[in-house]
Nanobody, 126 residues
Framework: QVQLVESGGGLVQAGGSLRLSCAAS????????MGWFRQAPGKEREFVAI????????SYSDSVKGRFTITIDNAKNTVYLQMNRLKVEDTAVYYC???????????????????WGKGTLVTVSS
């Protein structure tokens, strides 16, 4: 089993920044990719960003590319999402996601994810 614990959500004004963290723990975390999805009120959960365990590859949704940066500290099994120039439409619950076997998806869907965090709320005010 794998546990994912997110932190760093909160309230920020449009144009501001936040950094989310997600720590993974559990059995045999040797090959995995981690990332973030989000779900806005009344909408389906959508992909945000993903990174290989080595940090060698990253992928972003078009809506956040150039504003968000995903990084990983694989010694700590922790992934970060630096969110800059936040917009009101970035308001959502952000979920940490982990693909256990290291399979790489440029634009993963929910079915491509093995484990989920409980989510952390990001609210961007105008």
């Amino acid at each position: 089993q794998v546990q994912l614990v997110e932190s760093g959500g909160g309230l920020v004004q449009a144009g501001g920044s936040l950094r989310l963290s997600c720590a993974a723990s559990g059995h045999a975390l040797s090959r995995y990719n981690m990332g973030w999805f989000r779900q806005a009120p009344g909408k389906e959960r959508e992909f945000v960003a993903i990174i290989r365990r080595t940090g060698a590859s990253t992928s972003y949704s078009d809506s956040v590319k150039g504003r968000f940066t995903i990084t990983i500290d694989n010694a700590k099994n922790t992934v970060y999402l630096q969110m800059n120039r936040l917009k009101v439409e970035d308001t959502a619950v952000y979920y940490c996601a982990l693909r256990y076997d290291g399979a790489w998806f440029i634009q993963p869907k929910e079915d491509d994810i093995d484990y989920w965090g409980k989510g952390t709320l990001v609210t961007v005010s105008s």
